[in-house]
């Protein structure tokens, strides 16, 4: 556009946009995560069970706050975690002035300006908080769904054989007051497909594993990213180990759950934040090209002690495998 500064772009539509198309399906997806955690707008489906059915009768291992993961420590580190590197991240870069990172300013309406490194911000963690919400949205629907059993069900439920019938383990059983256990306890006990912590750990890992991975670069230290990538996912599974090990949730309720999670932020990330744009610095003679960006995001050049592995000793031929690209 005509009259415009280096640096700075005009545009009218950035705010109308973020308040009314953004925020909007924002807000309706955290009222939707709402309504299917704290409120009973959406029944459980009610499904029945075998008399005696050792899959469910595992013995109660007591409220989640009582785990070895409990809910307020895996929402903490979900939410503190990529939130503290995407910061770092983001703050790097833009002070490096790594390529990729140097957008325009915004100006709208002469009075409004939106600095570049505040717009990253607020596109990687809008993303993710909307990732967030929408695994929580599809794990709750879940659950309500299907309403399949945890491990404790049984334990939960204290179901009255006598009253029931049950002359044999393999009659089935679908009264709705076959319970006589507490009725919070046993409606909690019928959500347990997918696993809902398994899906919020594995989408919190992945979606910050791909952007450290696509935005990190480390040259002379190979095992840095790879070793905190590992790190992530390991918590990740391990709040997964400790739902089944704790007999709250089967093993096929937590790998569906990985896969939930780990669908939603390999998507958000491909296809959400940037469709897979390359950045390609401008060609030398003699230098071949070497990307800096993948996804459109920048590449982050971490200060590094040179590897001994890298340096080799003796004349290095053109055709060897472990010629020095530059």
Excluded at 100 to 118: H, M, R, S, W
Excluded at 122 to 137: A, D, E, K, M, N
Excluded at 200 to 229: D, E, I, N, Q
Aim: glycine content about 6%; hydrophobic content about 45%; aromatic content about 12%.
């Amino acid at each position: 556009m005509a009259g415009e500064k280096a640096g700075v772009k005009s545009s009218s539509t950035i705010v109308p946009c973020f308040l009314f198309v953004e925020l909007v399906i924002m807000a309706g997806t955290v009222l939707l995560a709402y309504y299917f955690e704290y409120t009973d707008t959406f029944p459980v489906h009610v499904q029945g069970f075998f008399c005696y059915d050792r899959a469910f009768s595992k013995p109660y291992p007591g409220p989640d706050e009582r785990s070895k993961a409990p809910p307020v420590l895996v929402y903490s580190l979900v939410t503190a975690i990529p939130t503290i590197t995407i910061l770092t991240g983001e703050l790097m870069a833009f002070f490096m002035k790594a390529e990729g990172t140097q957008e325009k300013t915004i100006v709208t309406a002469d009075c409004c300006y939106f600095n570049p490194l505040l717009r990253r911000i607020v596109r990687f963690l809008g993303v993710y908080s909307f990732g967030l919400f929408t695994t929580t949205i599809f794990a709750n629907a879940g659950q309500v769904v299907t309403g399949n059993q945890t491990p404790h069900f049984l334990s939960t439920c204290r179901p009255n054989y006598t009253a029931l019938g049950c002359q044999t383990a393999m009659q089935y059983v679908t009264e709705r007051r076959a319970c006589t256990g507490n009725p919070l306890l046993v409606a909690s006990a019928r959500k347990s497909f997918p696993s809902k912590d398994a899906a919020l750990s594995v989408y919190s890992a992945v979606y910050t594993v791909m952007y450290v991975t696509l935005v990190f670069r480390t040259k002379g230290t190979r095992l840095a990213k790879p070793t905190l990538c590992l790190a992530l996912l390991s918590l990740a599974v391990l709040v997964g180990v400790v739902r089944v090990a704790e007999y709250r949730n089967h093993w096929s309720d937590v790998l569906a759950g990985y896969f939930t999670g780990a669908a939603i932020a390999i998507f958000l990330v491909t296809c959400v934040v940037n469709n897979f744009q390359r950045v390609l610095p401008v060609a030398l003679p003699g230098r071949p090209q070497r990307p800096e960006s993948v996804l459109g995001m920048p590449m982050v050049a971490l200060p590094c002690v040179e590897s001994p592995l890298e340096k080799l000793s003796g004349p290095q031929t053109p055709g060897s495998p472990f010629t020095e690209i530059t």
